[in-house]
Structure formats: structure tokens, C-alpha cells
């Protein structure tokens, strides 16, 4: 069975994803509508972006669900490792940028919010997200992520 890798981009004129500006309802009646006018059947774990190094592992406790098929981080974290086809990982990043690291042999996909503080720490010795992903990410080599040639 071949792994598809879909990207969806949503913006303005899809609603507001920003879940700080509005009420729990709110976002989930904006989610509700993206996942019917797109399809989407599988769940969704939207990231709590808090400038943070913190990467987590769908599926392990930290989550909380806000109905089925719908679920984020109880605490900030601005990246998440899926490993396994069936669902989305998604950020409400604003101007951001965001890196994505999948693993097609493996199934495994991970998703970073790359912002300013994120990756320039306050602490020099403090590991950024970027570096955070790599050693999370289950038998990824630096020097993979580096060199585009392999």
C-alpha cells in the first residue's frame, strides 16, 4: 500500500485557527467545517505553539481530547512526531515557518513550529526545536536532514 503525504494549507478565508482569539466552541466549529469541506476522515491534533523546544508523541498522555477525532497538547509544544498512517498534524503558526520531517519507509511524520524564538533560544545551551526534532525523530541522522542529496 503506498503512503500518501497530503499538505493542506488553510488561511484566512477558511476561518480563524488561532485558538487564543476565540472560544473552544469556536475553533471546534471552525474545524468541524474544514474537516466536512475537505474530507478530512481521519483525526486531527492541532499543536499548542509556545515558543517552546518541547516535541511530543501522538498518542502519548500529554494530549487531551476535545471531541472524537480532535485533540491537542495540554501543555505548549511546539512539535509533534505521528508514527503511523490516520491522521493530521496541524499548527496555527501565523507568519511562521513550520519544518516537516517524514519518513516514508517508516511512516512516520514529524511537525515543527520553527518560529524566532523557537529556534534562537534565551538559554545558548539550550537546545532549539530543530534540534529537539532531530533527537526525537526515531533513527534520523543529522547529516540526513543536512545534505539534500541523499
Not at 466552541?25 to 492541532?46: A, F, M, Q, S
Not at 496555527?92 to 517508516?106: H, M, R
Request: proline share 9%; glycine share 8%.
Amino acid at each position: 500500500m503506498k503512503t500518501v503525504l497530503r499538505r493542506l494549507i488553510l488561511g484566512c478565508s477558511e476561518g480563524d485557527f488561532r485558538p487564543q482569539s476565540q472560544s473552544r466552541e469556536d475553533l471546534l466549529t471552525t474545524i468541524r467545517r474544514v474537516r466536512k469541506t475537505y474530507k478530512l476522515p481521519y483525526w486531527i491534533c492541532l499543536l499548542k505553539p509556545g515558543f517552546t523546544n518541547r516535541v511530543v508523541q501522538v498518542g502519548d498522555p500529554v494530549f487531551e481530547s476535545w471531541e472524537p477525532g480532535f485533540f491537542r497538547p495540554r501543555d505548549p509544544a511546539d512539535g509533534a512526531v505521528q508514527i503511523g498512517p490516520g491522521g493530521a498534524l496541524a499548527i496555527a503558526n501565523g507568519d511562521c515557518p513550520c519544518v516537516t520531517i517524514y519518513d516514508e519507509s517508516e511512516g512516520i511524520l514529524q511537525h515543527l513550529h520553527a518560529g524566532y524564538r523557537c529556534l534562537i533560544r534565551k538559554d545558548p545551551n539550550e537546545p532549539n526545536i530543530i534540534e529537539v526534532g532531530i533527537r526525537e525523530f526515531p533513527r534520523l541522522r543529522a547529516e540526513d536532514c543536512m545534505d539534500p542529496s541523499r
